[in-house]
């Protein structure tokens, strides 16, 4: 007969704080977090006042409150990959079941503690590498820990990126107005483009930023300002009235299908930080009907050459195109190959895998408006009312992302209508 085990559960508890489970990481992973938030949490439990807040377990345990909130925040997780995201090093972790000893809490629980924080210091060096290695993984299945992985990421690139290009900018957002052409065979485009607290960070480098479309003719392609001159004269172009005042200097260079903006002056710093919001009409742009077999899309896209803290993208079409459809989103990174074309399968294998996604704004320059975009429905209807639009006719589409990745592409899409039956 099998003999019964003098082992108690405690004891096996303890045993089992190590996984041994030789499977998939990820099990490993989940095995050692399961095991550290039954262990942590037990303990925590026991000390007197713990459940009052960070602050009277911190007196408890005679340690500092930043290190008792994520204690609490560990222990309070879902689930043990949470907890991990959430858990301060092994370290600080030693010296909160440490002091809990003192407070009462029996020694079986504390040595449980200890050998789970071993399994958790374990998996990270043996396994993973470090704790900034761990945090990526735990992105791909913890949504909190995505988040966070992401924004703290993004940061740390735009910081980089723009010191190492010398400028920056608080908000870069472009807009895109699809509006039917009058021939009825094509789409008119307005291309809007806002950047705000746009400044030099380092002497002598060139400020530009470039407004650029995939277009099947770009020899005819040719964009014009509100007043309806070509932009390659400039005059009109920057929308003055939200601008900076004075108004900054552009000089345009067209170079087939894109218009680069090249910003006067050589000034540097905050103080000198400029506002600049310029408006193109692009007439029949792009064809209205395409027949649906040849799985075309209708697409617009804006591209990340300026770092920048804050990013938008709307684009805003009439209610008589692409009706029923919802766009699709997608980023691609543009380091290799340059620009991606939407429609262009061999570009998939290019695209960033982030959070960011498509918000329906609804119907009406009333929906429309910004947080982040000073007197943006108001723009929106001086653009409208000078081009003849009835801004109630649009609906709206946005994604907004906070530090975006330098060099990304931002590209949403419709798929076509099919031509009207004769």
Same mark, same amino acid.
């Given at each position: 007969?099998?003999?019964?085990?003098?082992?108690?559960?405690?004891?096996?508890?303890?045993?089992?704080?190590?996984?041994?489970?030789?499977?998939?990481?990820?099990?490993?992973?989940?095995?050692?977090?399961?095991?550290?938030?039954?262990?942590?949490?037990?303990?925590?439990?026991?000390?007197?006042?713990?459940?009052?807040?960070?602050?009277?377990?911190?007196?408890?345990?005679?340690?500092?409150?930043?290190?008792?909130?994520?204690?609490?925040?560990?222990?309070?997780?879902?689930?043990?990959?949470?907890?991990?995201?959430?858990?301060?090093?092994?370290?600080?972790?030693?010296?909160?079941?440490?002091?809990?000893?003192?407070?009462?809490?029996?020694? /079986?629980?504390?040595?449980?503690?200890?050998?789970?924080?071993?399994? @958790?210091?374990?998996?990270?060096?043996?396994?993973?590498?470090?704790?900034?290695?761990?945090?990526?993984?735990?992105?791909?299945?913890?949504?909190?820990?995505?988040?966070?992985?992401?924004?703290?990421?993004?940061?740390?690139? @735009?910081?980089?990126?723009?010191?190492?290009?010398?400028?920056?900018?608080?908000?870069?957002?472009? /807009?895109?107005?699809?509006?039917?052409?009058?021939?009825?065979?094509?789409?008119?485009?307005?291309?809007?483009?806002?950047?705000?607290?746009?400044?030099?960070?380092?002497?002598?480098?060139?400020?530009?930023?470039?407004?650029?479309?995939?277009?099947?003719?770009?020899?005819?392609?040719?964009?014009?300002?509100?007043?309806?001159?070509?932009?390659?004269?400039?005059?009109?172009?920057?929308?003055?009235?939200?601008?900076?005042?004075?108004?900054?200097?552009?000089?345009?260079?067209?170079?087939?299908?894109?218009?680069?903006?090249?910003?006067?002056?050589?000034?540097? +710093?905050?103080?000198?930080?400029?506002?600049?919001?310029?408006?193109?009409?692009?007439?029949?742009?792009?064809?209205?009907?395409?027949?649906?077999?040849?799985?075309?899309?209708?697409?617009?896209?804006?591209?990340?050459?300026?770092?920048?803290?804050?990013?938008?993208?709307?684009?805003?079409?009439?209610?008589?195109?692409?009706?029923?459809?919802?766009?699709?989103?997608?980023?691609?990174?543009?380091?290799?190959?340059?620009?991606?074309?939407?429609?262009?399968?061999?570009?998939?294998?290019?695209?960033?895998?982030?959070?960011?996604?498509?918000?329906?704004?609804?119907?009406?320059?009333?929906?429309?408006?910004?947080?982040?975009?000073?007197?943006?429905?108001?723009?929106?209807?001086?653009?409208?009312?000078?081009?003849?639009?009835?801004?109630?006719?649009?609906? +709206?589409?946005?994604?907004?992302?906070?530090?975006?990745?330098?060099?990304?592409?931002?590209?949403?899409? @419709?798929?076509?209508?099919?031509?009207?039956?004769?």
């Amino acid at each position: 007969m099998p003999q019964p085990s003098s082992t108690s559960p405690q004891d096996a508890a303890i045993g089992n704080a190590h996984p041994t489970d030789t499977g998939s990481l990820e099990v490993r992973i989940t095995q050692t977090g399961d095991a550290l938030l039954d262990r942590l949490r037990r303990v925590v439990e026991q000390v007197p006042e713990a459940d009052a807040g960070p602050q009277r377990l911190a007196r408890a345990l005679g340690v500092d409150k930043v290190l008792a909130s994520r204690v609490l925040k560990a222990v309070r997780a879902p689930d043990g990959m949470s907890a991990m995201h959430r858990a301060p090093g092994p370290g600080p972790l030693r010296r909160v079941v440490k002091a809990s000893a003192a407070c009462g809490v029996p020694s /079986t629980d504390v040595e449980a503690a200890h050998a789970a924080i071993e399994a @958790f210091e374990a998996l990270i060096q043996s396994e993973i590498g470090d704790r900034s290695a761990l945090e990526a993984i735990l992105s791909a299945w913890v949504p909190e820990a995505r988040r966070e992985f992401e924004l703290r990421r993004k940061q740390a690139a @735009f910081r980089a990126m723009s010191q190492l290009k010398g400028v920056q900018a608080d908000v870069f957002a472009e /807009t895109a107005i699809f509006w039917p052409s009058d021939d009825g065979d094509h789409i008119d485009i307005v291309w809007i483009k806002l950047v705000f607290g746009l400044q030099r960070l380092r002497p002598r480098v060139p400020v530009k930023f470039t407004s650029q479309r995939g277009v099947e003719n770009p020899d005819r392609r040719m964009p014009l300002n509100l007043a309806g001159n070509p932009v390659d004269a400039v005059d009109g172009a920057v929308l003055s009235a939200y601008s900076s005042s004075p108004t900054p200097t552009l000089t345009a260079e067209i170079v087939g299908e894109a218009t680069h903006y090249l910003l006067d002056g050589a000034e540097m +710093g905050a103080a000198s930080a400029v506002d600049l919001v310029t408006c193109e009409v692009n007439r029949s742009e792009i064809i209205r009907y395409v027949p649906t077999q040849r799985g075309r899309r209708a697409w617009a896209s804006s591209d990340l050459a300026i770092p920048a803290k804050q990013y938008g993208l709307d684009v805003l079409v009439h209610e008589d195109l692409f009706p029923g459809e919802h766009p699709d989103l997608r980023i691609y990174d543009t380091a290799v190959l340059g620009t991606a074309d939407r429609n262009d399968p061999t570009r998939d294998i290019d695209q960033f895998d982030l959070l960011e996604s498509v918000e329906h704004l609804g119907n009406g320059l009333t929906r429309f408006g910004s947080s982040f975009v000073p007197r943006y429905r108001r723009m929106l209807e001086d653009i409208c009312r000078t081009l003849w639009m009835d801004g109630n006719r649009l609906r +709206g589409y946005r994604v907004e992302s906070d530090y975006p990745i330098y060099g990304s592409q931002f590209a949403m899409s @419709f798929r076509t209508t099919d031509p009207p039956t004769p």
